[in-house]
C-alpha cells in the first residue's frame, strides 16, 4: 500500500477501477459500442463526437500540466473544481466515520459535500474581519486529524489569501489530506502551490473564473500520482465531454491566452479601482481587501441599496444569511463597474464606453488571437513568430492610436502567407467589431507623402471592403517577408474591417516603402476611427 492508500477509504482500496477505453485512434475501433457516424449535422464542429473521449484526455491533460506546472499523472480533471472537491471527499472519506475541517466564512460547498457524504465537519471560525486563526486550525488538525483539511486562498467569499507559512503548517501537522481550493489565484499576486506541493497537499484549480468558461465545466485536482489514481477510481468513466475538451484546448491556446492575461490585468486593476471607490457609498459600513475578482462588503443601509441596485437591474450576491450585513460584490468590465458603483452613488458612468473589439480564429494553418482598443493606445502586445510583420503591426498600433494585442501561431514552416492573411483578417474583423455602428466616428482619413518613400493613403470607414493599391517593390523579399504580402494585407484588412483602403506606394527600397504603407495606414485610421461627436457620418444615416 503506498501512502494514499493507507489513508483512503479502504472500499475505495479495494476496488478494481472500471476500465474505459482510452482515446480513439486512427484503428477501426468496434471495441465501445459506439456509432461509426458522427451526430447530425455532421459538419466538422462534431467531428469525433461519436466517439468516448479519453477517461483523461492526453492533449488537454498536457496542456494544463504545462500551465500548471507539473506533470499530467498529476491531474485529475472533471466537472470543475466542485467535481475534483466531492471526488476527493468521496475517495478519502469513510462516511459516518471521517471528519472534514474548515474555517468559515469559505466556500460553503465544502460542507455541502460533508453532508451529502455524511462526513463531520469541524469548523475553526475566523475571527476580526474573518481572517482564520491559523494557530488555531493547526491546533485542531494536531488534535483531530481530520481526514481532509479544506483550505481556500484567496478564500470565497472574503477574498484573502493565506500565508504559504501557515498552508505548509496545516499540511505538516495533517496524517490526512489537505486540500487548497485556488480558483482565485490567478487575480492574486501570490504564487501557486500547484508546482510546490508537500505529498499531502491537493491543489484544486478551475477555468471558470479567470478563462470564462464557467457554463463548459472544467477544473481539475493536482495531486502526488497516488491520489490521482485513487480519485480516477472514483469518477464516472468518461467525465470530461468532447465539447468541453474541445472548447477548453482552443481557450487555453497561446494566443488566446495572451487576450486572456490582457483581460486578467483590466479585472485586477479594476478591483482594485472598486475597492478605492466602494467604501466611498453610503451603503457601505465596511469593504474588505480582495485578492480575488469579487469584493465582501458590509452594507450601511442594505435596502435602500438593494433598492438601487433592483432599478438598475444589478444582482450582488446576499450573504446575510451567513454573514449579517455582508454582500459580495463581483467585477465585470470597466463599463459594468461603472454602473455598479453609479448605482452605489460613487461615481458617473464615462459617456462613451472604450471601444473594444476581440477575435479568435482557428483552422488548421493558423491559430490567431486579437484585442483591438480604439480608445487606449497603452496595450500593444505583438507576437506573430514573423519580426519584420510585428513592426509593421507596432506602425498600425502606434500611428493609428489603437491598443493591440495580436499573437499568431501560424504555420511559418510552410510560409508567411497564412499567417499575414488570417492576422490582417482577424484584425480588420476586430476593429469592425470595435467600431460597432460606427456613430460619431471621423470615418475618412488622408495622409500625404512622407520622406524620400512616397505613400499616399486614403481611407474610409464606410462598411463596403474595397481595396487599391499601386506600387512596384524594387525586391521580392524583406527578410522572410513577400512585399506581394503588403497589399494582400490590405485587401484582406478591407474585407473585414469594412473599409476602403487605398495605397499608392513609390519609392527605392521595399522595407521602406512597405514601412510607409502600414504608417501611412495608421496615420489615416486615426482621424477615421476618433469619435467627435454622435453624428452618424453619412447621409444614408448607417454605416
Ligand atoms: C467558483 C469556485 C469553485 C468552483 O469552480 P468550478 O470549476 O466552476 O466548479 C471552486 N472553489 C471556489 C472557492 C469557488 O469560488
Not at 470543475?80 to 474555517?103: H, K, M, N, W
Not at 470564462?212 to 481539475?220: F, T
Not at 460606427?438 to 470607414?461: C, K, S, W
Not at 503588403?486 to 514601412?515: D, K, R, W, Y
Request: contains cysteine.
Amino acid at each position: 500500500m503506498n501512502w494514499a492508500e493507507q489513508i483512503a477509504r479502504p472500499n475505495i482500496v479495494a476496488m478494481t477501477a472500471y476500465s474505459a477505453r482510452g482515446e480513439s485512434t486512427g484503428a477501426l475501433h468496434l471495441d465501445a459500442n459506439e456509432s461509426p457516424w458522427a451526430p447530425p449535422p455532421g459538419t466538422a464542429a462534431v467531428a469525433g463526437y461519436n466517439r468516448y473521449p479519453g477517461q483523461q484526455p492526453p492533449a488537454l491533460r498536457q496542456r494544463l500540466a504545462d500551465i500548471y506546472g507539473v506533470k499530467p499523472s498529476e491531474i485529475a480533471m472533471g466537472r470543475g473544481a466542485d467535481e475534483a472537491i466531492d471526488v476527493l471527499v468521496r475517495t478519502f472519506c469513510t462516511p459516518g466515520q471521517d471528519r472534514i475541517l474548515l474555517s468559515s466564512p469559505t466556500f460553503s460547498f465544502f460542507n455541502t459535500v460533508a453532508s451529502l457524504n455524511d462526513c463531520g465537519v469541524i469548523d475553526v471560525p475566523g475571527g476580526d474581519d474573518f481572517l482564520p486563526d491559523m494557530d488555531a486550525v493547526v491546533d485542531a488538525v494536531s488534535g483531530e486529524q481530520p481526514k481532509i483539511i479544506f483550505l481556500c486562498s484567496p478564500n470565497n467569499p472574503t477574498g484573502h489569501s493565506l500565508d504559504d507559512a501557515d498552508i505548509l503548517r496545516v499540511c505538516e501537522a495533517s496524517d490526512g489530506l489537505v486540500v487548497l481550493d485556488e480558483a482565485y489565484i490567478e487575480f492574486s499576486d501570490r504564487p501557486s502551490f500547484a508546482d510546490r506541493r508537500p505529498r499531502n497537499l491537493v491543489v484544486t484549480r478551475t477555468l471558470s473564473k479567470l478563462y470564462g468558461l464557467a457554463g463548459v465545466r472544467l477544473g481539475a485536482a493536482i495531486a502526488d500520482k497516488s491520489v490521482i489514481e485513487l480519485m480516477l477510481k472514483v469518477m464516472p468513466p468518461y467525465p470530461v465531454p468532447k465539447p468541453v475538451i474541445d472548447t477548453a484546448m482552443a481557450a487555453l491556446s497561446a494566443p488566446a491566452m495572451a487576450v486572456i492575461e490582457r483581460r486578467r490585468a483590466i479585472l485586477m486593476s479594476e478591483r482594485d479601482r472598486v475597492a478605492d471607490l466602494l467604501p466611498r457609498s453610503e451603503f457601505v459600513a465596511k469593504s474588505y481587501n480582495s485578492d480575488a475578482n469579487f469584493i465582501l462588503f458590509e452594507a450601511a443601509d442594505a435596502n435602500t441599496m438593494l433598492a438601487k441596485l433592483d432599478a438598475a437591474n444589478i444582482r450582488i450576491r446576499d450573504f446575510r444569511s451567513k454573514l449579517p450585513g455582508h454582500f459580495r460584490l463581483s467585477i465585470g468590465t470597466p463599463e459594468e463597474n461603472d454602473l455598479a458603483l453609479a448605482a452605489f452613488g460613487v461615481v458617473t458612468p464615462a459617456t462613451q464606453p472604450q471601444r473594444i473589439g476581440e477575435t479568435f480564429r482557428t483552422t488548421k494553418e493558423t491559430d490567431v488571437a486579437i484585442r483591438v482598443n480604439l480608445d487606449d493606445p497603452g496595450e500593444v502586445r505583438i507576437d506573430t513568430g514573423l519580426g519584420f510583420y510585428d513592426h509593421m503591426l507596432e506602425q498600425i498600433a502606434k500611428h493609428g492610436g489603437l491598443g493591440l494585442t495580436c499573437v499568431v501561431k501560424g504555420d511559418l514552416e510552410i510560409d508567411a502567407h497564412h499567417t499575414v492573411e488570417d492576422t490582417a483578417l482577424a484584425l480588420g474583423s476586430a476593429m469592425k467589431q470595435a467600431l460597432g455602428d460606427r456613430t460619431g466616428i471621423g470615418r475618412y482619413g488622408f495622409v500625404m507623402p512622407m520622406d524620400e518613400t512616397q505613400a499616399r493613403v486614403a481611407i474610409d470607414l464606410s462598411g463596403r471592403p474595397a481595396a487599391t493599391f499601386k506600387g512596384d517593390f524594387p525586391t521580392d523579399h524583406v527578410g522572410e517577408f513577400a512585399v506581394e504580402m503588403c497589399p494582400h494585407f490590405f485587401a484582406s484588412l478591407a474585407q473585414t474591417l469594412g473599409a476602403a483602403i487605398q495605397i499608392e506606394v513609390e519609392g527605392e527600397n521595399s522595407h521602406h516603402m512597405i514601412e510607409a504603407c502600414f504608417k501611412g495606414v495608421g496615420r489615416a485610421l486615426r482621424p477615421a476611427l476618433a469619435v467627435s461627436g454622435t453624428d452618424m457620418p453619412s447621409t444614408k444615416g448607417v454605416l
